[in-house]
Every structure is written in structure tokens, then in C-alpha cells.
């Protein structure tokens, strides 16, 4: 029997690319279903595809399509676009309250080599300076070593990613200032013999990825305003002055515009501070003067998926500890309002490059507490939520795939199980209540399949699956770690030939939404 929907799925199905619908055309709902734009599908243009024999084995056979990144194709498209929604804010979450003791004054770097952000020393309840060494993998704390530099606080740490070792310079010890430089190669510790910089503290370290050097700025012995660069070998002082003499501020390394940020910090009369720098490797240029109110004790991190300084807490000069979120896009600073850790300051702060979070640990939230707990600030992660029925008997499902969620920078995959005949493919579509004029879900009763539903727009037909087994298969979608990807929602079906489960020989599954996430 010749049916415009079985017919027009087929063509869908056996085309060598995804289909697009163009809009409802003539009025019906069938314009909905792959094929011609105007209304016009297989059967009423005389084109019979003829009933598929059947099958001993309902054996899924692949389709001569690509598997891979149809929506990336979709996106890019110029007629087929899904609706972004709005700038979707980070959040922040506690993931954590074991793991280091309570601490102030500590030091974190992420090391992209072996994915783990890195901890170092502080200074305990009692005024105890630490020396021990820890590492979160997203989620444990492990204690790595107990030896290397003496114990220390108010030091500067950060990640050189070209050498693979986490640098460490001065600090203060119950002996006074320090002035030594060590490394950390996610195994031991290893004291350098090079001179450098005067002993200090509350200075402020990044390395700048693009130049291969570690940065330097600042810190008290008594207040500094000199830059330091340390190539893995040797210190070299390259700047005195820019930044007015300070400790206690922070920096971070923005390697999508290639400048060191410098944030706030005391000043030599005592007071706080609230002026932006940014260091290029050879001048430091005063880039705001409005953005988070003055402050100390504060802690930032570079964000490269979505290209922004985060800062985080602090103390103000009236001595109140800060609980404040901000970004720094290279032009202007933004307050994130969301609710976060509790008020702190002398916290510890790094980006996890391959998590795509800000990772924070303790700190002080008041004059007697110390605090151990761990927080994370990232955008929202991937998710996958069935919906809706399917048909058939057994009804085709559609399921996430060992539990797989959309993730950006993986590949998330879908099960379709119960697939009766030897063809089957998956419909995208950018809704789940309209599709054109037509109210979702709309039955197809009237394309002679009783009890099914379209369950989504169906912007793309005849996505090929990968058959994974009989009577099943999977479809795999790589998605690319795009920050503006974030929260798009996409909505997903499965389609099926069916011979003899009703007049068009085709079923559908049940729907699945994905909003699009981190990790």
C-alpha cells in the first residue's frame, strides 16, 4: 500500500544526509514528515517503494551516512538554526568538606598535564604554618607529600604547562620571609639553585602560557611593585613599577587575549585597592578602575571555556569578609549573582581545564574560622530526561546509553531498542510543543499508525543509528565544547519500519530532551 508518511520516512531514511524540513507547506501536517517541501511526497508523485520483505532476524542494518556530528552541521547552518537560549550564568557548588585540614594563606594550581589541582601549605588554626602537598581529581582529596618546601604561608604558586611542573617562590616561615623557588613534578619536590627575586610575601604568581614564563608581581618586604619572570631556569626582573606597590592581590593569566590581570591588593598606607592591570610581557597597562569594590585576600582564575576572569570573596577595608562573585571579560567586570560559599578571605583558588570549573578551598570566614570545605563554579551540567510513549508491541524506546547526558567535548549517545524490522533512524528537532501550526504531541492515527505520536519538531529526519546488536542500536552525536551551547535543548525520536504492526509499516519511540552541559 502506497502511504505518503511510510513513503516519505523511507526516503528520509535512505538519503545520504539528513533531511531538513522546510515548514508546513500545504496546511496538513504531512508537509511535517521528510520529503518535499510542498506537500508533495512519494506517493502522490506515483513513486512506490514497495513493502520491505521481512526478516528471520529483526537484524538493524546501518545506513551509507555519517554518524557524526549532524547537529554540529545543523548549527552551522545558515536555515537551520536551534534557539539559543539566554546566557546561561555559572553556579557554584559544594562538592566537598574533607580532604586538607582547615587553612588560610594555601596556594592551588591546576595541572592540565595530569588533571589535578594542585595544594600546597597555609596556615592552620594556631597560627601553624603547613607544608603538606594535596591533589583533587574532581573528586577525592589525596595527600601527596608531607616533604619538600619548608612549611609556609602567604607564598605564590602557579602551573607551568610547557614543563609540566607546579613552581612555588617565598612565602613567609616562623624563620621570616623566603626567598627560594621549587617544583613540583606530581611526584617529589625539588629545590632550585637560582637567585631571584628578594624573599617576600603576599605576592602574586601565573604563567603565562603564550611566553612560556612564569609572572611575578608584587608582595611585602616591605611593599613591592617589581615584575619577575622565572623560565624554568632563570629569574629575570623585567619591569619595575606599573602597578603602584602592593600585597595581597591576585592574578590570572587570560590566554584567549594573552594578558596577566591584576586585581586589588593593600597598598603601602594600608588601604585596600580596587584597580585592574593587565601585564603583555613587556608594559603594564591600567585596564578599569570600577568593577568589585577594594579589597584584599581575594582569589581569581582564568576561565578559558567561556574567556573570563573569575574573583571570588575577600576582605574589605571596613574588615568585612567578602562573598562576591565577579568576571573580567578584558573590557569590563561583571557581579554573577548566585549564591556561593560563605563569606572568606585568604581562600585558595584554580581553573580545572579539563572539569571546565573554577575549583575553591578554604580560607577564612571569621576571625576564628578556618575552613576546609571545597566548592566548584561552572555552568550547568548535560542532562537527559525521557518523555513521552512510543508504539508498537513492543513499543520502540528510545533511552540514554549507559547513562549517558549531553556533554560538551564528548560524545552522547542513544539506545534504540525493540527495532522490528532491519531500518531505523532518529528525527532531531529544536521543540516538544510545536511543530509548525501543529500542536505536539500529535497523533498519527491519520497516517495510519494508530497509538503513535510525533513527539518533537523534527527539523532533522533520517539521522542514521549504528546498529549495536539485533533489535537494537545507537546513535552518537559529538558535541563540541562550544561555552554558547550551554542549555540548548534538542529533542530527540525514534523512527522504525514495522511490517504488518499497522497500515504505514512504521512505529516511533518514545521522546528524549537533551540540554545541552558540562560535565
Not at 554540529?72 to 555559572?90: D, E, M
Not at 596577566?260 to 585597592?273: C, I, K, P, R, S
Not at 610581557?281 to 581569581?300: C, E, I, K, L, N
Request: charged share 15%; with cysteine.
Amino acid at each position: 500500500m502506497c502511504n505518503a508518511v511510510g513513503n516519505a520516512l523511507l526516503l528520509g531514511a535512505q538519503s545520504s544526509r539528513p533531511r531538513r524540513f522546510t515548514g508546513v507547506q500545504s496546511g496538513h501536517p504531512e508537509s511535517l514528515l521528510p520529503g518535499r517541501s510542498d506537500g508533495r511526497h512519494a506517493c502522490n508523485r506515483g513513486i512506490s517503494l514497495g513493502r520491505p520483505t521481512r526478516r528471520k532476524e529483526n537484524t538493524v542494518h546501518s545506513l551509507p551516512v555519517s554518524t557524526v556530528s549532524v547537529l554540529v552541521a545543523a548549527l552551522a547552518a545558515t536555515t537551520i538554526q536551534p534557539p539559543l537560549p539566554a546566557q546561561v550564568a555559572p553556579s557554584w557548588l559544594q562538592v566537598d568538606n574533607g580532604g586538607p585540614p582547615p587553612r588560610r594563606w594555601l596556594t592551588m594550581a591546576y595541572d592540565t598535564h595530569r588533571d589535578r589541582t594542585v595544594l600546597f601549605g597555609g596556615q592552620a588554626s594556631g597560627n601553624v604554618a603547613l607544608g603538606d602537598t594535596w591533589e583533587w581529581d574532581g573528586t577525592t582529596w589525596t595527600q601527596v607529600a608531607s616533604t619538600g618546601p619548608a612549611p609556609r604561608y602567604w607564598h605564590a604558586m602557579a602551573y607551568d604547562s610547557l614543563r609540566n611542573r607546579t613552581v612555588v617562590f617565598g612565602g613567609r616561615a616562623a624563620s621570616g620571609n623566603l626567598g627560594d623557588t621549587w617544583e613540583w613534578d606530581g611526584t617529589s619536590w625539588a629545590l632550585l639553585p637560582a637567585i631571584g627575586p628578594s624573599a617576600r610575601n603576599s605576592h602574586a604568581m601565573t604563567f603565562d602560557s603564550t611566553r612560556g614564563k612564569t609572572v611575578l608581581f608584587g608582595g611585602f618586604s616591605p611593599y613591592l611593585d617589581d615584575t619577575w619572570e622565572w623560565d624554568g631556569t632563570t629569574w629575570t626582573q623585567v619591569a619595575a613599577g606599573g602597578p603602584p606597590p602592593r600585597n595581597t592581590h591576585a592574578m590570572a593569566y587570560d590566554s584567549h587575549r594573552q594578558r596577566t590581570v591584576l586585581f586589588g591588593g593593600n597598598d603601602a598606607t594600608g588601604l585596600n585597592m580596587g584597580d585592574t592591570w593587565e601585564w603583555d610581557g613587556a608594559v603594564w597597562t591600567q585596564a578599569a578602575t570600577t568593577g568589585p569594590s577594594d579589597r584584599r585576600y581575594h582569589a581569581m582564575a582564568f576561565d578559558s571555556q567561556r574567556q573570563r576572569i573569575v574573583l571570588f570573596g575577600g576582605r574589605s577595608l571596613a574588615t568585612t569578609n567578602l562573598a562576591d562573585t565577579w568576571e573580567w571579560d578584558g573590557t569590563v567586570w561583571t557581579q554573577v549573582v548566585t549564591p556561593g560559599p560563605a563569606p572568606r578571605r585568604q581562600h585558595g583558588m584554580a581553573y580545572d581545564s579539563q572539569r571546565f570549573r573554577t575549583v575553591l578551598f578554604g580560607g577564612r570566614s571569621s576571625f576564628a574560622g578556618y575552613t576546609g570545605d571545597t566548592w566548584e563554579y561552572a555552568l550547568p551540567p548535560g542532562i537527559a530526561t525521557t518523555y513521552g510513549n512510543g508504539c508498537g508491541s513492543p513499543a520502540l524506546a528510545l533511552t540514554p546509553a549507559g547513562n549517558s547526558v549531553p556533554t560538551l567535548g564528548t560524545t552522547a549517545q542513544l539506545a534504540l531498542t525493540n527495532i522490528p524490522a532491519g531500518l531505523a533512524f532518529v528525527a532531531i528537532g529544536w521543540s516538544d510543543t510545536a511543530a509548525g501550526p501543529w500542536t505536539l504531541p500529535y497523533p498519527l492515527t491519520t497516517f495510519g499508525m494508530p497509538g503513535c505520536d510525533l513527539l518533537q519538531s523534527a527539523e532533522l529526519t533520517g539521522v542514521p543509528v549504528a546498529p549495536s546488536g539485533p533489535g537494537s542500536a545507537v546513535y552518537s552525536l559529538a558535541l563540541p565544547n562550544w561555552a554558547s551551547l550551554i542549555g540548548v535543548q534538542i529533542y530527540l525520536q525514534g523512527w522504525a519500519l514495522a511490517p504488518g504492526a499497522n497500515p504505514a509499516d512504521i512505529i516511533v519511540s518514545n521522546g528524549v530532551e537533551w540540554v545541552l552541559g558540562n560535565p
